[in-house]
């Protein structure tokens, strides 16, 4: 591997290294790894004195073994052609690993959306939007984008009532995209699954004693220490819950401007706050600054959530981290040249392909409740109640004993649409853990996570080929 290969080129290293190992011929392999459809168009946008910016736009489908295609829109200055391919090809590969059935796809507008007006954004999305369905590059049973870096619920309800306009009577119209606010056809608990996932990713990878006996670390995630780069959606989340349910400490939060550390663990919240107030984590009350971002990343550590970009760990300064485990809450923050170097000093990195895939299994549950047009739970939630609390009942009369309000409310309370999310989220990231790490450890030729990864993955997309009858 160069060192100045691109991003597309180092998720092709990842899938050739696995692909390797599977009986699969060059053909079928060539059609998994290359991108089916690749959309570049260009569109004007007047500002208000008159003027007009011609901005870069993208949608890319990575594969179509299985329809619709999905992932994120990313809005961002620098983003180009081999970025958006690269990010399209990991969806295809982190869909298949946490059994979505969905294909890969990715988007992106060339813009920093911090230097356009409300106003300016909208037009650019819903003319985006406009774009994609002309070439119907977007649609319910056809590519449905989410999310991703630099956008959010608002650009994704735009999109929603875009199509849903260019498509009167359709009935699942608004399934066309995920991540929509509640009002608007979400679901419960996507704005935080990405980050709920890394924490439980975190979680199951603590939970083998084995595996933290040989980082030199205790099992389980209480009172690890962790740091945070991103203080996005991704990485706000991922810290609050590996803080509140795990009972791990964020000892540091790394942003663009800066970072901070605090041996006695940070409140994201808090800290979150204090950045909206002030404009900058620095000068956060009790914590020190480290005003160079980078020099954050090769604090001394037991986990590291990179959960900003691409391309954070690189051969540059992989030597220095000193974290035992790496939580890839971004999508290709470790390039293959510092991911040898890691793994040379024993470091368990659990990839991006898994690590982050909670978002689109949730966009997944917000999709079939689209078109199911019911809230999830909706149907059983009082039978489950009335189920729980004539068990409760029957157990009093037979033991003569009574149970308190508290006990009773907490045995009888039927599950809502949140509880089912984070059950379904839940289960499939502990799912998938259990897995890659049997692959991981039942083949000597497979020498980490990350290569179990995608080795599930192109297993599973080589299958529906076989299956579909495309290639024997
Ligand atoms: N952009 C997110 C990702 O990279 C979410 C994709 C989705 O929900 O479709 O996984």
């Known amino acids: 591997m160069t060192a100045h290969a691109s991003f597309f080129e180092n998720v092709i290293s990842y899938v050739d290294r696995a ?20 959309y570049h168009f260009e569109f004007p946008i007047r500002h208000p004195d008159g003027s007009v910016e011609v901005v870069k736009a993208w949608r890319v489908e990575h594969s179509h073994h299985k329809l619709p295609t999905k992932g994120g829109i990313r809005y961002a200055p620098e983003v180009n052609e081999d970025e958006v391919k690269a990010l399209a090809a990991l969806m295809t590969y982190k869909c298949a690993i946490v059994d979505v059935p969905f294909g890969g796809a990715k988007g992106a507008i060339q ?49 929603a009532d875009t199509y849903s306009a260019m498509n009167p009577g359709q009935i699942d119209a608004i399934a066309c995209v995920t991540g929509k606010p509640i009002s608007q056809g979400g679901v419960r608990g996507r704005r935080e699954a990405t980050g709920r996932g890394c924490y439980y990713a975190l979680r199951e990878a603590c939970a083998h004693a084995d595996d933290m006996k040989a980082l030199g670390l205790t099992p389980g995630i209480v009172g690890k220490r962790v740091v945070v780069q991103g203080l996005g959606n991704v990485g706000f989340h991922a810290a609050k819950f590996c803080r509140e349910e795990g009972d791990a400490k964020i000892i540091a939060i790394i942003e663009r ?24 984590v620095l000068n956060f009350p009790g914590a020190t600054n480290i005003p160079n971002s980078a020099d954050a990343l090769e604090l001394e550590c037991d986990v590291l959530i990179p959960a900003a970009l691409e391309n954070q760990i690189t051969e540059a300064n992989a030597e220095r981290i000193q974290a035992r485990i790496i939580i890839e809450g971004a999508n290709g923050p470790t390039t293959p040249g510092a991911e040898e170097i890691l793994l040379k000093k024993g470091v368990l990195i659990v990839p991006d392909v898994y690590a982050n895939a909670g978002g689109v299994t949730v966009s997944y549950f917000e999709w079939l409740k689209n078109l199911s047009h019911v809230r999830i739970g909706r149907m059983g939630k009082r039978y489950e109640q009335a189920a729980e609390t004539r068990m409760l009942h029957a157990i009093e009369v037979a033991t003569g004993k009574r149970f308190t309000d508290t006990e009773r409310n907490l045995v009888i309370k039927g599950p809502d649409e949140q509880d089912f999310v984070n059950s379904g989220l839940e289960d499939t990231m ?16 497979i020498p980490d996570l990350r290569t ?10 080589a299958r529906t080929y076989g299956e579909l009858g495309i290639f024997p």
């Open 452 to 461: 179990a990864a995608f080795y599930d993955a192109i297993e599973k997309v």
């Open 430 to 445: 502990v799912e998938a853990y259990q897995r890659l790490r049997e692959i991981w450890k039942a083949d000597k030729r």
């Open 111 to 159: 813009i920093d959306p911090s230097k356009y007006s409300l106003d300016q954004l909208e037009r650019i999305t819903r003319r985006y939007t406009h774009e994609l369905a002309k070439k119907n590059f977007i649609g319910p049973g056809v590519d449905v984008p989410a999310p991703d870096y630099g956008t959010g619920e608002r650009e994704m309800a735009w999109i």
């Open 19 to 38: 692909a390797a190992l599977t009986k699969h011929s060059k053909g079928l392999l060539d059609q998994i790894k290359h991108c089916n459809s690749v």
């Open 257 to 280: 401007e800066g970072a901070i550390f605090n041996e006695n663990g940070l409140n994201e919240t808090d800290v979150f706050q204090f950045r909206k107030e002030t404009g900058s």
